[in-house]
Nanobody, 120 residues
Framework: EVQLVESGGGLVQAGGSLRLSCAASGFSFGDYAIGWFRQAPGKERELVATITSAGGSTNYADSVKGRFTISRDNAKNTVYLQMDSLKHEDTAVYYC?????????????WGQGTQVTVSS
């Protein structure tokens, strides 16, 4: 069974930090690129950060550049999102996504999400 389980969310004051984790199982984690997405109430889900399968390349939304860091440990089947200098507008449910583009289809797996609330 494919599973992506996020953890590490919670309530933090503006300016604080949180570290999200996403533990994967049931598929070849090291073959998949990983993305962190977030969705605030009343807003569409947006991409926050991505990391390639081997971890050699990362990308960030402009809104989080310089504050968030995505990383992965393929030996532990886990991806992380270190969030520093948090702002109230970072409040959202954060989701982990694993994806691979094959010749005949794209496979996507999603976690259930973890709530991050930043008090101003």
């Amino acid at each position: 069974e494919v599973q992506l389980v996020e953890s590490g969310g919670g309530l933090v004051q503006a300016g604080g930090s949180l570290r999200l984790s996403c533990a994967a199982s049931g598929f070849s984690f090291g073959d998949y690129a990983i993305g962190w997405f977030r969705q605030a109430p009343g807003k569409e889900r947006e991409l926050v950060a991505t990391i390639t399968s081997a971890g050699g390349s990362t990308n960030y939304a402009d809104s989080v550049k310089g504050r968030f860091t995505i990383s992965r440990d393929n030996a532990k089947n886990t991806v992380y999102l270190q969030m520093d200098s948090l702002k109230h507008e970072d409040t959202a449910v954060y989701y982990c996504n694993a994806h691979i583009q094959r010749a005949w289809r794209r496979d996507d797996y999603w976690g259930q999400g973890t709530q991050v609330t930043v008090s101003s």
